[in-house]
């Protein structure tokens, strides 16, 4: 049996954060043990608008399973880094 690597007292920055393979890279490190950072600007498939409640409510969800997470949907340097993930951007399509 493998063992799990623990990521406890590691602080973990992952940007694109809100949906898809951001959300799922914030749940496994959360799980591990890391206080993570959600980076996410809110916008839409294409690139455009901002809401910022998308990374809160990640946020939220993580702290609500008893693990540290702070919300971002803007631009931060951070001071004490482990890991920053960010995940493949999807490109918006070429408009005709």
């Given at each position: ?5 623990s990521?406890?007292g ?18 496994l ?5 890391a ?7 809110g ?22 399973r ?10 931060q340097?951070?001071?004490?880094l ?15």
């Amino acid at each position: 049996m493998t063992e799990r690597i623990s990521l406890a007292g590691k602080v973990a920055v992952v940007t694109g954060a809100g949906r898809g393979l951001g959300r799922a890279y914030v749940e496994l490190l959360a799980e591990r043990g890391a206080r993570v950072v959600v980076n996410d600007l809110g916008t839409d498939v294409s690139g455009f608008g901002r809401d910022s409640t998308i990374a809160e409510q990640v946020a939220d969800f993580v702290r609500s399973r008893s693990a540290t997470a702070r919300s971002s949907s803007r631009r931060q340097s951070a001071a004490c880094l482990d890991y920053v993930a960010k995940p493949p951007m999807r490109r918006p399509s070429p408009r005709s």
